[in-house]
């Protein structure tokens, strides 16, 4: 019986899926090292187009996810970033949010099977990604037409005036806020985090728009706390025996050396271009897993839909999918070669000017 449910969960990992998870893991983690994000929300869904199950590939993500994070915590500490308070401070809440998630994917598990599963992980990206993706990509076109440069919403300042006992002040981020407020952002990271795999998109805006983070520290400053939650959250599933160490060891080949550039590239760009490139890939990858729904609502027998029409749906979502990575790594590495060039060209002025 555990050979057959083994059988189920775990794939076969051909060539061509090899490639394709270094390259899925290469550009997460080209985009977790940008925009802080962890990159789940182009992993799990990823994998989940090859046919791995979604609490397979909700563990697998989690345990690719803290060594990455470390690494991409270190590289942008360097730079001066990182909020190591404000990540330890929201970590606190987030464990919580991460045993609370796993709970819920496990009930959801035990009801309704793995395909109830898949619908319950696939319905939650859509919703979460066209909600926050959407805001994002609307706050980042509104920045664009102005000064292109961060302000402080309006409800981060209004919270931020509330003293509310206990205060904390976070150095490196410059923000003084009540601790209560900084409760919701690190339970919502992670149940979101162990139920999905996916807490960044969370975090950070919640950084952003809740307590007045700015950008580049928001997003460096959840590299913290996803390694604290993807460790703790990886101890959990592994003891259920969700964690397929293959795939978690290909995503993370690929990813180290994504995550080190994507932090390169922070250094390079405007703060309004980490949340343009965040928006876009969150609205195409919404598309990707909206596709997938109907597969999982047949297997359920909610909806009656030919084999051909699931097949046609499943190959569209893969090439979203596919175009949701291409298009993360085009403007990832766009951004970083303009930004190159724009330093060169004033270098050439000034020494031309010297001279």
């Known amino acids: ?5 083994d059988s189920l969960r775990f794939i076969d990992l051909t060539t061509a899926n090899v490639i394709f998870l270094l390259i899925v893991g290469f550009i997460g983690g080209l985009v977790s090292g940008f925009i802080g ?3 789940a929300f182009v992993l799990t869904p990823g994998m989940m187009s090859l046919g791995v199950p979604g609490t397979v590939a909700v563990a697998s993500n989690m345990c690719h996810k803290f060594p990455k994070a470390l690494v991409g915590a270190i590289k942008r500490f360097r730079y001066g970033q990182v909020d190591v308070k404000l990540g330890v401070v929201t970590a606190a809440s987030a464990g919580i949010g991460v045993q609370v998630g796993i709970k819920i994917q496990n ?3 035990a009801a309704w099977g793995q395909a109830g599963s898949n619908l319950y992980v696939s319905l939650s990206f859509v919703t979460v990604l066209i909600t926050v993706g959407g805001y994002v990509f609307y706050d980042a076109m509104k920045s664009r037409k102005g ?10 300042l209004k919270l ?3 003293n509310l006992w206990p205060m904390v002040y976070f150095k490196t981020a410059n923000v003084r ?3 209560w407020f900084t409760v919701p952002v690190g339970f919502a990271t992670g149940m979101l985090a162990a139920t999905i795999a996916v807490g960044g998109f969370i975090g950070v805006p919640g950084m952003i728009y809740v307590m007045g983070v700015g950008g580049l520290v928001a997003s460096a400053s959840e590299l913290v706390l996803a390694f604290l939650m993807g460790l703790c959250g990886t101890v959990n599933w592994a003891m259920q025996g969700m964690v397929d160490i293959r795939l978690t060891l290909i995503i993370l080949a690929g990813s180290l050396l994504g995550v080190q550039l994507g932090a390169i590239g922070t250094t390079l760009v405007r703060e309004v271009m980490i949340k343009v490139v965040m928006g876009s890939i969150m609205l195409i990858v ?3 897993r909206a596709l997938a729904m109907p597969k999982y609502l047949a297997q359920l027998g909610l909806m009656n839909i030919s084999k051909d029409a699931v097949s046609i749906m499943d190959a569209v979502s893969f090439g979203i999918m596919c175009a949701a990575l291409a298009l993360g790594a085009v403007i990832i590495l766009g951004a970083m070669v303009k930004a190159r060039r724009a330093m060169a060209r004033q270098a050439d002025q000034t020494a031309y000017g010297q001279a």
Do not use: N
């Open 1 to 5: 019986m555990d050979v057959a449910l």
């Open 177 to 179: 806020i009540s601790l």
């Open 147 to 156: 000064t292109g440069q961060d302000k402080t919403p309006a409800l981060a």
């Open 286 to 288: 919404a598309v990707s």
């Open 160 to 162: 931020q005036k509330i």
């Open 107 to 109: 009930m959801i598990l």
């Open 37 to 39: 994000s962890g990159g």
